[in-house]
């Protein structure tokens, strides 16, 4: 290998070129360890510089871009995004919570308002006298109590 020959990895995702060492895209958060490095003497595109104001993993002091999601080098996720209200998914609701509440009193609609789904907590309310609430929020509540984790549950149920 010549001097001007670089290892690196292509992200399958975004086709960001990051060095050989990172483990996450820093522009899509993509793994990268499924993928091979390339070797290749020149770039057929400009490679993209670092950020301006690069800041500094809380996990492995490596620098990474400030928008990114996690550090490319170790996966810790990004504190700064955190501390900024920037977070993506800022408040992760209880699954357990809202399926206790769909079971109890789901036909009121009561856990669609705990989810965020105003709409649907009213359209509850105004039918519940019909009975055909209770019987769907019968099947919400175990729908919810059985989701893998609270995360999932949010992404999926909530907003």
């Given at each position: 290998?010549?001097n001007?020959?670089?290892?690196?990895?292509?992200?399958?995702?975004?086709?960001?070129e990051?060095?050989?060492?990172y483990?996450?895209?820093?522009?899509?958060n993509?793994?990268?360890?499924?993928?091979?490095?390339?070797v290749?003497?020149?770039?057929?595109?400009?490679?993209?510089?670092?950020?301006?104001?690069?800041?500094f993993?809380?996990s492995?002091s490596n620098?990474?871009?400030k928008?990114?999601?996690?550090c490319?080098?170790?996966?810790a996720?990004?504190?700064?995004?955190?501390?900024?209200?920037?977070?993506?998914?800022?408040?992760?609701?209880?699954?357990?919570?809202?399926?206790?509440?769909?079971?109890v009193?789901?036909?009121?609609g009561?856990?669609?308002?705990?989810?965020?789904?105003?709409?649907l907590?009213?359209?509850?309310?105004?039918?519940?006298?019909?009975?055909?609430?209770?019987?769907?929020?019968?099947i919400?509540?175990?729908?919810?109590l059985?989701?893998?984790?609270?995360e999932?549950f949010?992404?999926?149920?909530?907003?």
């Amino acid at each position: 290998m010549t001097n001007n020959m670089t290892s690196t990895i292509i992200c399958p995702n975004c086709a960001w070129e990051n060095p050989h060492s990172y483990k996450f895209c820093p522009h899509c958060n993509c793994r990268l360890a499924d993928t091979k490095p390339s070797v290749r003497s020149e770039p057929p595109y400009p490679v993209r510089q670092p950020p301006v104001e690069p800041i500094f993993c809380s996990s492995c002091s490596n620098t990474f871009a400030k928008d990114a999601l996690a550090c490319p080098n170790c996966g810790a996720p990004n504190r700064t995004l955190q501390h900024n209200n920037l977070n993506l998914n800022p408040e992760i609701k209880s699954r357990v919570a809202a399926g206790v509440l769909a079971l109890v009193i789901g036909g009121l609609g009561v856990h669609k308002f705990y989810c965020g789904r105003v709409g649907l907590g009213i359209l509850y309310l105004v039918f519940f006298w019909t009975f055909i609430p209770s019987i769907i929020a019968f099947i919400e509540g175990i729908i919810y109590l059985t989701c893998p984790s609270d995360e999932h549950f949010t992404k999926k149920y909530c907003n």
